[in-house]
C-alpha cells in the first residue's frame, strides 16, 4: 500500500497565548514539527507537546526558526552566519535534550517560516543549516520544500531530506510558496486543500496560482497548526486518502 507523512507544526503557544489547536490536530497527523522557543513555544509547552506526541505515537521533529516571537518567525531576520548557527544549534540542543528526558528521540529538523523560506532559495543558508544539524546530531534527518535549492544542497552533502509539500499553501510558478500576504496564498478551504493534496499524492504535481502545473515529488505534506480550518483540512485530507487506498506513515 502506498503511504504519505502528514506532518504539523504544533507546541506553538507561549505563556497565555494560544496558537494552534493541537489536542484535535494530533490524532490526524503521523510527524509533530515541534517548536523550540524563540519564534513561538516555551519550555512548558514543548514539554507538553511531547509528551502529546508520545502519547499518539507521532513521531517528533525539531522546528527551529529565528529569534522573532513578535512576529511568529516569518519575518526575514539577518544574522551573521556564525549567530545564525548558534541559534539553530541552541534550539535542536533544547528539543533534543527535552526529548531525551522524556524517553524518546528527535527524528528529524525542519526549519521554521522565514529561515524555511531563506533555505528553500539560498545556497549559503542551507550550508549554515545541515552544519548546525550536523554537529548536535548527525543523525537526523532534514525536511524541506521539495525541488527547492535546499533540497539539492542536502543531496550533495550526503544528507538524507524529506521532501515536503504543503496542503494549505499556494504554490507559484517557480515552485516556491506563494507569500502570505498575496491574496489566495493560505488555503482555508479543506475540499480545495484535499484536492491538492491528492494531485500531489498520486500524480506528482501540483498547480500552481497562476494555474500552470509543476512537478513535484514529496514524502510529507504540512497543515500549519496555526491555520484555523486544520483539523477541517486533516479530516478532509484523511476521507480522500482512504479513498484512493493511500495510507497515512511516518517516513521514519
Known amino acids: 500500500m502506498r503511504t504519505i507523512d502528514i506532518n504539523c507544526d ?35 509547552h514543548m514539554h507538553r507537546t511531547i509528551e ?5 505515537q507521532v513521531q517528533i521533529g525539531a522546528h527551529p526558526g529565528f529569534p522573532d516571537l513578535a512576529g511568529f518567525g516569518r519575518r ?9 548557527k548558534a541559534i539553530i544549534k541552541y534550539q535542536l540542543a533544547a528539543i533534543c535534550g527535552m526529548a531525551k528526558s522524556l524517553g524518546t528521540s528527535v527524528k528529524y529538523v525542519k526549519p521554521h517560516g522565514a529561515l524555511y523560506n531563506q533555505a528553500s532559495g539560498d545556497e549559503e543558508i542551507s550550508k549554515i543549516l545541515i552544519t548546525a544539524v550536523r554537529e548536535i546530531d548527525p543523525g537526523l534527518l532534514i525536511m524541506g520544500l521539495s525541488g527547492s535549492v535546499f533540497q539539492e544542497i542536502c543531496r550533495s552533502e550526503n544528507v538524507s531530506f524529506i521532501a515536503e509539500g504543503f496542503a494549505d499553501r499556494s504554490y507559484c510558478a517557480d515552485g516556491s510558496l506563494c507569500p502570505r500576504a498575496l491574496p489566495g496564498a493560505v488555503i482555508s478551504d479543506p475540499e480545495k486543500a484535499s484536492r491538492q493534496v491528492m494531485s500531489m499524492v498520486l500524480e506528482n504535481q501540483v498547480k500552481s496560482i497562476e494555474g500552470e502545473v509543476i512537478p513535484l515529488v514529496v514524502q510529507s505534506i504540512c497543515v500549519h497548526g496555526d491555520n484555523p480550518s486544520a483539523v477541517d483540512i486533516l479530516k478532509a485530507i484523511d476521507a480522500s486518502l482512504v479513498t484512493v487506498g493511500v495510507m497515512k506513515k511516518s517516513f521514519v
Open 76 to 84: 526575514n531576520v539577518e544574522l551573521p552566519p556564525d549567530e545564525l
Open 10 to 44: 504544533m507546541g506553538e503557544s507561549v505563556g497565555n497565548r494560544r496558537v494552534g489547536n493541537d489536542q484535535e490536530v494530533f490524532p490526524y497527523i503521523t510527524s509533530s514539527n515541534i517548536a523550540c522557543g524563540f519564534h513561538g513555544g516555551d519550555p512548558l
Open 52 to 56: 502529546t506526541a508520545i502519547a499518539y
